[in-house]
């Protein structure tokens, strides 16, 4: 999703969720601040940015149900809210203009050369920011054990031993993390060129 989709998408958020919900009369949940409540709802508007108008309808319809609070008058949660929206439309393989970012510059190329790239795009997901060379040292070290049996998995099947299902499901999810960050670069890389040729 490129970042004028992302706007767009955006937008839908707030038109077809936010505002339903508030016009049937759910209101901010009781003991969350305006600014939490402001802050919740962008918050939403920005992950759900990739759902279609009838998935957005089709939360609305169903979160207008699930009110919190004693009167079930509440706007829900966003994690609930986000909960039922991945079983109502699950997010794009797609990544994110930040994710693509980062992974177009030379922090994701290492990450990508390093074998910490699958670590990296989890952190890109859950704190939305660019990270500093101490956060990147931080993922790295910590990735050291998923690199470890990484390797030594991959030696195993190259010795002809067989794994066992639940080995093969861990390092069959890995590759295909890597197989995403790899698309996240593509897409980077194209970005920045077509951001070039139209400057």
Known sequence: MDEQAQKDG????????IDQLERMGLTRPAGMTKARFAAMQDELCQRLAYMSEDGLGALAEDMAGRGGG???????????VLE???RIEAPQ?????????????RVGQEALARGFAP??????RANRQWP????????????????RRAEDLRMGIERGRDLSAGD???LDARQAEVARCVSARDLGLGDATRGKVSA
């Open 84 to 86: 039922q929206a991945r």
């Open 10 to 17: 955006q937008k839908r958020v707030q038109a077809l969720l």
């Open 132 to 147: 500093t060379a101490y956060v990147v040292k931080g993922i790295e070290d910590g990735a050291r054990d998923n690199l």
């Open 119 to 124: 670590e990296l795009m989890r952190w890109l």
């Open 70 to 80: 004693k009167e079930r008058d509440r706007f829900p949660l966003a994690a609930r």
């Open 93 to 105: 393989a797609d990544a994110s203009p930040l994710v693509r970012k980062v992974f177009a510059a």
């Open 168 to 170: 093969r499901a861990w």
